[in-house]
C-alpha cells in the first residue's frame, strides 16, 4: 500500500510540472523543443566544418569519372570519344639541314617566320613555272606523305565538273530536308557531299582523274630525297568506308606536299601541271626551264570550283587566314583528320593578285593543336610578310613558255 502512494505521488508531481510548462509556452512542445534545437544546432556545425572538405572530394570525383553518356532522340546511349594524341605539335628545330641556295630568300623566311615551332613544312612553288620558291622542313616535304583529309576534295570536285555530273550550283540531297551546292560543300568542308559524289563517280574514274592530276607519282623533277605518295588500287574494303570514304577524307591515300602543291599549281596557272623543280644553287635559278608533266583540260571548269576555294576563306573553314591578310583574294581548301596518334592539318592555297601568283601549301602533324585551319592562319601569317616586303610587285603574270618534258617542239 505504501508503495503504489510512493508512485502516486512521483506522477502527480510530473503531470504538475507539465501543466506549469505548458501554460508558460502553450505554443511549445516539450519533447519537440529539446529535439529540434540539438538537431539544428548539429546540422549548422557540420555545415560548417565539413563542407570544404565535400567540395574537394566530390571534385576530385568528377574528374576520375568517364564521360556522362548522352541519351540521343531514339533512345539509345552514345559515350563520348576522346581521342588521345601521342605526337607532338611543336618542335625546336630550326631546319638548319634545309638545302638553300636556291631559293628565293624573302620567301623563305617569310615561310619560317609563318611556321615558328609548329612541327610541319611550308611549300612555296610559282604555279607558272613549277619552280619551288621555298621548301621549309624538307625532311618532312619530302616524306612519303600523309593521309590528305579534306584535301581530297579537290580532285573529287574537278573529276565530277569534268564528268558534267554536277556544275558549282548543282544542289545534292544529303537528306530529307537538306540539299547543298558545291560552293557551300567547299567553303565548309562537308562530307556528305563528297561521299556522295564520291558513289556517283565511282572508283575508276575517281582514280583515273586522282592519277590525272599526279597523284601516285612523283611530283618533283629529280628533287633529292623526293618519296612517293600511295594511291590504292582497287576501292578501299566497306568497312572503311569505300569510294566515298576515299572522297570525304582520303582515306587509303597517302599524299605528299609536293603533290598536292602541282594540283592546286595547276589550278591557278589555268591547267598546266608542271614538274616541281627546286634549284640548288645561283647557277641553276639563272638557267631554270620550266618542265610540263602535262596538260589539263581543266580550264573550263575552274570557275566553277574556284567560288568554293575563294568561300572557304572568306567565309568558311580557312578563314582564320584573315585575321593576318585581306589585302589580296586567297583560294585554298583546308584538310583536318588523324592517324595512330598524330593529327594531321593541310591548307592549299594560292593568291589571286593583278601582278602575279604564288602557291603555298602548309602541312603540319602533332597533337590536338594541330588541324587544318591552323594551317590557314600560318599561310596568312606569310602572305602579310610577302606582302609588307612587296613580293607580289612587279612580278610577271603570264605564264612561263614552258614545253612537255623531252618535247622536240620549239
Known amino acids: 500500500m505504501g508503495q503504489q502512494s510512493v508512485t502516486f505521488r512521483k506522477h502527480f508531481t510530473f503531470s504538475l510540472l507539465v501543466a506549469f510548462v505548458l501554460t508558460l509556452f502553450p505554443q511549445w512542445g516539450v519533447a519537440a523543443t529539446v529535439s529540434t534545437r540539438s538537431l539544428t544546432a548539429r546540422k549548422k556545425s557540420q555545415k560548417v566544418s565539413e563542407a570544404p572538405r565535400a567540395r574537394k572530394r566530390l571534385s576530385r570525383l568528377s574528374r576520375s569519372r568517364p564521360r556522362a553518356t548522352r541519351v540521343g532522340r531514339t533512345g539509345t546511349r552514345r559515350r563520348r570519344y576522346h581521342e588521345r594524341f601521342t605526337a607532338s605539335s611543336f618542335v625546336d628545330d630550326k631546319f638548319e639541314s634545309d638545302s638553300t641556295a636556291g631559293e628565293d630568300p624573302v620567301v623563305r623566311q617569310a615561310a619560317i617566320d609563318a611556321l615558328g615551332n609548329m612541327n610541319g613544312t611550308v611549300l612555296a612553288i610559282e604555279p607558272t613555272s613549277g619552280r619551288v620558291l621555298a621548301m621549309v622542313n624538307q625532311k618532312l616535304a619530302l616524306s612519303s606523305g600523309a593521309q590528305p583529309c579534306s584535301t581530297i576534295k579537290l580532285s573529287v570536285a574537278l573529276a565530277a565538273l569534268s564528268e558534267d555530273l554536277i556544275t558549282k550550283d548543282t544542289e545534292i540531297a544529303l537528306g530529307r530536308r537538306s540539299r547543298m551546292n558545291l560552293t557551300t560543300a567547299l567553303a565548309h568542308s562537308n562530307n556528305a557531299y563528297f561521299e556522295a559524289l564520291g558513289r556517283r563517280l565511282g572508283f575508276e574514274k575517281v582514280s583515273f582523274y586522282a592519277h590525272q592530276y599526279g597523284l601516285g607519282e612523283l611530283a618533283g623533277y629529280h628533287i633529292p ?102 589585302e589580296e583574294e586567297i583560294l585554298g581548301k583546308t584538310g583536318t583528320c588523324s592517324r595512330a596518334g598524330t593529327r594531321y592539318g593541310w591548307f592549299a592555297s594560292y593568291a589571286k593578285t593583278d601582278v602575279g601568283r604564288i602557291v603555298v601549301v602548309v602541312f603540319l602533324q602533332g597533337g590536338r593543336p594541330t588541324f587544318g585551319p591552323k594551317a590557314a592562319e600560318i599561310s596568312g601569317r606569310m602572305y602579310r610578310s610577302l606582302y609588307d616586303h612587296s613580293f607580289f610587285a612587279g612580278r610577271p603574270t603570264d605564264t612561263a613558255d614552258a614545253k612537255p618534258l623531252g618535247s622536240t617542239q620549239p
Open 225 to 326: 630525297g623526293e618519296q612517293l605518295g600511295t594511291y590504292p588500287q582497287e576501292e578501299i574494303s566497306s568497312k572503311l568506308g569505300g569510294v566515298g570514304k576515299m572522297c570525304s577524307f582520303g582515306e587509303g591515300i597517302s599524299m605528299t606536299p609536293l603533290q598536292l602543291g602541282a594540283m592546286v599549281s595547276a589550278i591557278a596557272n589555268g591547267g598546266t601541271l608542271y614538274y616541281l623543280q627546286h634549284p640548288s644553287s645561283a647557277e641553276e635559278v639563272a638557267s631554270f626551264e620550266p618542265r610540263v608533266k602535262r596538260h589539263l583540260d581543266i580550264a573550263p571548269i575552274i570557275p566553277e570550283i574556284s567560288d568554293g576555294m575563294a568561300a572557304a576563306v572568306s567565309y568558311g573553314t580557312a578563314r582564320s587566314l584573315r585575321v593576318n591578310f585581306n
